[in-house]
């Protein structure tokens, strides 16, 4: 039997929100406490989504889920201080919405609005 995948979605939901509420209190390329919080939840949700199986991943081909997962182990091993605050805020700004519709949209899929 397979483990639930939806307690992993809403997880990256919570990620997602967590960094929305992080945005709210300043840039977060101009202030360490933030930054660091931005990394933690965008490692967290990068591995949570690691946990999501292939076929709802394969319904919704917009989202660079394998890039996705790259970004984690970058963020994780930090190949040399690859990751910058300007990349942090792009991925924050670009792909963040897309990534939390999608998930919403499996969640609604699977019945666990």
């Known amino acids: ?3 639930p995948w939806q307690p992993y979605a809403r997880h990256i939901l ?3 929100a967590r960094i ?3 945005e709210l209190r ?3 390329g101009e202030d360490e406490v933030l930054y660091d919080a931005t990394l933690r939840n965008l490692q967290t949700l ?3 989504t690691q946990l999501l199986p292939d076929d709802l991943k394969s319904r ?3 989202i660079p889920w394998r890039e996705i997962s790259g970004f984690r182990n970058i963020l994780v091993h930090n190949y040399l201080g690859a990751i910058d605050a300007a990349t942090v805020t ?3 700004e670009q792909h963040l919405a897309p990534l939390e519709a999608s998930v919403r ?3 609604a899929e699977g019945g666990d609005a």
Do not use: T, W
């Open 105 to 107: 949209a499996m969640l």
């Open 60 to 62: 919704h081909p917009q």
């Open 46 to 48: 990068s591995e949570a």
């Open 90 to 92: 792009r991925v924050v």
């Open 20 to 22: 929305r509420r992080i």
């Open 14 to 16: 919570d990620a997602v």
């Open 26 to 28: 300043g840039r977060i």
């Open 1 to 3: 039997m397979n483990k």
